[in-house]
């Protein structure tokens, strides 16, 4: 089977409720990213940090895939396909997708801030005082803005291989993200399915772009690939 690489950004799960960064001015739920997803801004002030994380993993119990996660993980009938998502909720997994690697981390998920290595699974609020194994206190699992993104290489890796490289509801503004689709191999055909697509077709090779939303442009690339 064919290698299909999806790197997905924050529209893809918009249709879900859960709100984008760029559609509300770079605001983050009313947040300046900067206070709520930055080490700075979780040093000046850890329990609004920990309140907005917390407020965003209790959306999760309300909230649903939509038809363009479900639509995506159909690809998986005809290809081998390895979701490469800026998203840190789950609702790629909760779609049935298969292989989902998150590139800023996961809202269920949290880790010790001394030991990056020690990540728990973690569904209920999180507060200062909760501790990991080793006495440290326990942040979000997110790549906050400023920080290595431990997980590229292997982003990079996926995309590489990918005979097909599909793009889906990202401003193409965060990096390196952003920077994933020049990886693709020469000649691959790349779509590009987003309402207000921050690129022309004329940016990159053989890029078509589906000026839609998830599940209407996922809709649309079901007819070309399946
Ligand atoms: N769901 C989440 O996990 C979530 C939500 C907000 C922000 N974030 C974080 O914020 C950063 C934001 O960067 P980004 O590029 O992912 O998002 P972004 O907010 O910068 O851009 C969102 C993109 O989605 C598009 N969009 C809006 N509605 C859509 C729809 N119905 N279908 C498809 N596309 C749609 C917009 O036109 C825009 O290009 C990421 O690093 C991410 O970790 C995550």
């Given at each position: 089977m064919k290698n299909i690489v999806v790197l997905t950004g924050a529209?893809?799960?918009?249709?879900?409720g859960i709100a984008t960064f760029r559609d509300a001015d770079g605001l983050w739920e009313g947040h300046d990213v900067m206070e709520v997803a930055s080490p700075e801004g979780f040093y000046n002030n850890p329990e609004l940090v920990l309140e907005f994380y917390n407020q965003r993993r209790?959306?999760?119990?309300?909230?649903?895939?939509?038809?363009?996660?479900?639509?995506?993980?159909?690809?998986?009938?005809n290809y081998n396909v390895h979701i490469v998502t800026q998203n840190v909720d789950d609702l790629h997994e909760r779609s049935g997708s298969t292989s989902v690697l998150h590139l800023h981390g996961?809202?269920?998920?949290?880790?010790?801030?001394k030991n990056e290595q020690l990540v728990y699974?973690?569904?209920?609020?999180l507060v200062l005082g909760d501790l990991c194994e080793e006495k440290s206190q326990l942040r979000p699992h997110i790549v906050w803005f400023g920080e290595a993104v431990p997980m590229i290489d292997q982003a990079v890796e996926l995309v590489e291989k990918a005979d097909v490289l599909v793009i889906i509801?990202?401003?193409?503004?965060?990096?390196p993200a952003a920077g994933?689709?020049?990886y693709v191999q020469h000649g691959a055909p790349v779509y590009f399915i987003d309402p207000n697509p921050s690129?022309?077709?004329?940016?990159f090779n053989?890029?078509?772009?589906?000026?839609?939303g998830a599940s209407k442009g996922m809709e649309q690339l079901l007819t070309v690939l399946l």
């Open positions: 529209g893809m799960s918009a249709e879900s209790a959306q999760l119990k309300s909230v649903k895939p939509n038809q363009g996660h479900f639509r995506l993980q159909k690809l998986e009938e996961e809202l269920r998920k949290v880790r010790s801030i699974s973690w569904e209920e609020d509801g990202t401003s193409m503004q965060v990096y994933l689709v020049n690129v022309k077709e004329s940016d053989n890029l078509t772009i589906i000026k839609e």
